[in-house]
């Protein structure tokens, strides 16, 4: 059955950035992680990519959710809620700071759905990075639209204690660190830095942790633990996690090649689940 959104599938645009040290130190900083200062030559850390190539989206073209207005590169949905529900990389490549790169992304997939509660959109999006040297990057990112909140959106709480693994770290987000990371990525969905707007119109007990920040943390795990260079990650949102406490990680080896990991709430609901493959050493 053809969709109302079938125009925009094969729609793309290219955005141009160069690749600069500060925003890679500002991250790791914000992650209190150890580290030298980037300096030209070196790799941007897998994922981490996604501190460039940023919307400049002018204040008077947003919407009241602080996301810009629907339309242009992805489809005019109009469903007002909309989440970063995953994806799929692969690292062909290493982005190097000093390069100038280009992203080009595609609409690949428009579907819609009738969920249990009401309708969704989701939307799927190839991003490719290339420098000089050639293709770098491949992404695939899946967004989902819903319906507006009706009423109080608190989740029920987990009801298995968080499992132990083979690798565990326990993280705790705060209204800082969410911030952080909105002005890093330029992200001005309120959901992540606005209290009133967040509990009052989305009806959430809380400010949200962004998805991408979940999932460089689930990467972080594995890398922390496996010192090869990552070929692949994906990674699926399961389930809000909200700043109220500790977030925890647990992750292991599913082969020689991969591992999994999963973070999860302080009330022990699944948050997210990820895969990483590694790469050869050299």
């Given at each position: 059955m053809p969709s109302r959104f079938d125009e925009w599938i094969g729609r793309t645009e290219t955005v141009e950035d160069l690749v600069t040290a500060w925003p890679i130190?500002?991250?790791?900083?914000?992650?209190?992680?150890?580290?030298?200062p980037a300096r030209a030559g070196d790799a941007v850390p897998p994922m981490w990519h996604w501190l460039f190539f940023l919307p400049t989206t002018h204040r008077s073209q947003l919407g009241p959710d602080g996301h810009a207005q629907r339309g242009g590169f992805l489809p005019p949905v109009d469903l007002p809620r909309r989440m970063f529900a995953g994806g799929r990389t692969e690292f062909l490549a290493p982005l190097r700071v000093g390069q100038v790169a280009r992203r080009t992304g595609t609409v690949v997939e428009v579907t819609e759905k009738q969920g249990r509660s009401g309708p969704l959109v989701f939307v799927t999006a190839r991003f490719e990075?290339?420098?000089?040297?050639?293709?770098?990057?491949?992404?695939?990112?899946?967004?989902?639209?819903?319906?507006?909140?009706?009423g109080s959106q608190r989740l029920p709480p987990g009801s298995d204690p968080t499992p132990d693994a083979a690798w565990m770290r326990t993280i705790t987000p705060d209204a800082t660190m969410l911030f952080r990371f909105s002005a890093l990525t330029f992200n001005g969905h309120r959901i992540h830095n606005d209290y009133p707007y967040v509990t009052g119109v989305e009806g959430y007990p809380g400010l949200i942790v962004h998805g991408p920040m979940t999932a460089l943390w689930l990467l972080g795990?594995?890398?922390?633990?496996?010192?090869?260079p990552v070929t692949r990650f994906s990674f699926?949102?399961?389930?809000?996690?909200?700043?109220?406490?500790?977030?925890?990680?647990?992750?292991?080896?599913?082969?020689?090649a991969s591992a999994s990991m999963s973070a999860w709430s302080a009330d022990h609901r699944l948050a997210m689940t990820a895969e990483v493959t590694f790469g050869s050493r050299g």
């Amino acid at each position: 059955m053809p969709s109302r959104f079938d125009e925009w599938i094969g729609r793309t645009e290219t955005v141009e950035d160069l690749v600069t040290a500060w925003p890679i130190d500002a991250l790791r900083a914000t992650f209190d992680l150890a580290g030298l200062p980037a300096r030209a030559g070196d790799a941007v850390p897998p994922m981490w990519h996604w501190l460039f190539f940023l919307p400049t989206t002018h204040r008077s073209q947003l919407g009241p959710d602080g996301h810009a207005q629907r339309g242009g590169f992805l489809p005019p949905v109009d469903l007002p809620r909309r989440m970063f529900a995953g994806g799929r990389t692969e690292f062909l490549a290493p982005l190097r700071v000093g390069q100038v790169a280009r992203r080009t992304g595609t609409v690949v997939e428009v579907t819609e759905k009738q969920g249990r509660s009401g309708p969704l959109v989701f939307v799927t999006a190839r991003f490719e990075v290339a420098t000089e040297d050639g293709l770098a990057i491949v992404e695939e990112q899946d967004l989902v639209y819903r319906e507006a909140a009706t009423g109080s959106q608190r989740l029920p709480p987990g009801s298995d204690p968080t499992p132990d693994a083979a690798w565990m770290r326990t993280i705790t987000p705060d209204a800082t660190m969410l911030f952080r990371f909105s002005a890093l990525t330029f992200n001005g969905h309120r959901i992540h830095n606005d209290y009133p707007y967040v509990t009052g119109v989305e009806g959430y007990p809380g400010l949200i942790v962004h998805g991408p920040m979940t999932a460089l943390w689930l990467l972080g795990l594995g890398r922390s633990n496996d010192q090869r260079p990552v070929t692949r990650f994906s990674f699926r949102g399961r389930s809000p996690l909200f700043c109220d406490g500790p977030v925890s990680l647990r992750g292991g080896p599913i082969d020689d090649a991969s591992a999994s990991m999963s973070a999860w709430s302080a009330d022990h609901r699944l948050a997210m689940t990820a895969e990483v493959t590694f790469g050869s050493r050299g």
